[in-house]
């Protein structure tokens, strides 16, 4: 058992580490937080290694997702309040989210801890508020579950091509083994409490001869972070970071003047002419990759 513990904790270490560079520029964080609700789901789009796994199995950017909470002073229902209170050691007045995490399980986490990351809100058009506070109630049921790892590899069994995989592979997906109820991943404990209000997600429809309609509940197990933004169900809420309502902003907005072309962050050039060759004004630097090299215009 030790040396599973020890290698168990080498890996997550290794998985959760994040290399890359983050992407705040695309969200205004301190307006998202501001106009965030509860039962709202925050769509994360996370920069370490689980991240990059997750988001080749999905073919998404969204890789990580979590309901917010609210602040502890503001949640009305005494034993939701009373287990939260329990497990996070912050100020009452800090805006919390519910969230399953590789290595740590379903946790309680300030919001602020994504204040530098890709986000997008996911609102449930509609949702009753007994409803919204029902499904809070589960995912705050699920606090202190661990991380259901053996239920991500299934469900990158089941959405790689078929064509390599066995048939065998695919008809008892689910059927055995499925781990432990008390284990979870993001999507998946979200899911099952949205389903457990009766609130579509991404149903399967079946329409009868007749043009009826019959909804049937898919798998929660087999939700990932991108179907919450897919959903019809679901209103996006975005907060750029050069939001503006005035449909002339566009022209306003502060853009590079001088030519620069960026294929990303680090690699940015002023394409050749007929008159002068490509000049490259910021490149990543080897010893530090954030380092960046100011713009020199031809002579």
């Known amino acids: 058992m030790g040396l599973y513990a020890w290698l168990s904790k080498a890996v997550t270490a290794w998985l959760t580490h994040e290399p890359y560079p983050p992407r705040s520029y695309l969200c205004d964080f301190e307006l998202l937080a501001k106009e965030i609700r509860p039962c709202d789901i925050l769509l994360v789009e996370g920069r370490s290694r689980i991240s990059r796994v997750i988001r080749n199995i999905t073919v998404s950017a969204w890789t990580h997702s979590a309901v917010y909470l609210g602040r502890i002073s503001e949640i009305q229902d005494n034993e939701i309040r009373t287990r939260v209170r329990a497990l996070y050691d912050g100020s009452d007045?800090?805006?919390?989210i519910i969230e399953?995490?590789?290595g740590e399980g379903t946790v309680v986490k300030p919001l602020a801890k994504y204040a530098k990351e890709h986000l997008r809100i996911c609102r449930p058009r509609g949702l009753a508020p007994d409803?919204?506070?029902?499904?809070?109630?589960?995912?705050?049921?699920?606090?202190?579950?661990?991380?259901?790892?053996?239920?991500?590899?299934?469900l990158a069994r089941?959405?790689?091509?078929y064509t390599f995989i066995p048939k065998r592979w695919r008809s008892t997906l689910f059927e055995h083994n499925v781990g432990d109820e008390t284990r979870t991943v993001c999507s998946s404990m979200i899911a099952a409490a949205f389903a457990s209000v009766q609130y579509p997600i991404l149903p399967v429809v079946h329409r009868a001869e007749d043009g009826g309609l019959m909804l049937y509940r898919r798998n929660h197990?087999?939700?990932?972070?991108?179907?919450?933004?897919t959903s019809p169900y679901f209103d996006i809420v975005k907060y750029s970071m050069l939001a503006g309502d005035d449909l002339a902003v566009y022209r306003q907005l502060p853009w590079n003047?001088?030519?620069?072309?960026?294929?990303?962050?680090?690699?940015c050039y002023i394409p050749p002419t007929a008159a002068s060759p490509k000049i490259v004004v910021r490149q990543p630097n080897k010893k530090?990759?954030?380092?960046?090299?100011p713009i020199k215009r031809p002579a």
Do not use: M
């Not at 530090?288 to 090299?293: G, H, L």
């Open 93 to 96: 007045d800090d805006q919390l």
């Open 221 to 229: 197990k087999l939700f990932t972070p991108n179907d919450f933004d």
């Open 288 to 293: 530090k990759k954030d380092a960046k090299t």
């Open 100 to 102: 399953a995490l590789l």
């Open 158 to 161: 089941f959405l790689l091509p």
């Open 257 to 267: 003047k001088e030519g620069v072309i960026c294929d990303d962050e680090n690699y």
């Open 131 to 154: 409803d919204s506070l029902s499904v809070i109630r589960q995912c705050a049921g699920h606090l202190g579950d661990e991380y259901n790892f053996r239920q991500l590899l299934d």
